[in-house]
């Protein structure tokens, strides 16, 4: 079965065609979010439950815990 080679460039292509520079605004501020965000969880004190329940979860699954 022979794929047509026109069909397979657009697979990877968005269906809409917004120029790379527009969206270079809004990766920033989704990163920049996504920073603020982490700083808050990891100032309430998030990080260090987060981390307990993951060592618990590893132990768990080595039969340990």
């Known amino acids: 079965m022979k794929i047509n080679s026109k ?3 657009r697979r990877g292509a ?5 120029p790379n520079g527009s ?3 809004a990766r920033v501020l989704l990163i920049f ?3 603020l ?3 808050a969880g990891i100032a309430r004190g ?3 439950a ?3 329940k993951a060592v618990f979860v590893c132990l768990e699954c080595v039969g340990i815990g």
Do not use: E, N, Q
């Open 23 to 25: 969206r270079l605004p």
């Open 7 to 9: 069909r397979r460039k």
């Open 33 to 35: 979010c996504a920073a």
């Open 37 to 39: 965000l982490i700083a």
């Open 46 to 48: 998030d990080a260090s």
């Open 14 to 18: 968005s269906a809409h065609t917004v």
């Open 50 to 52: 987060l981390w307990r």
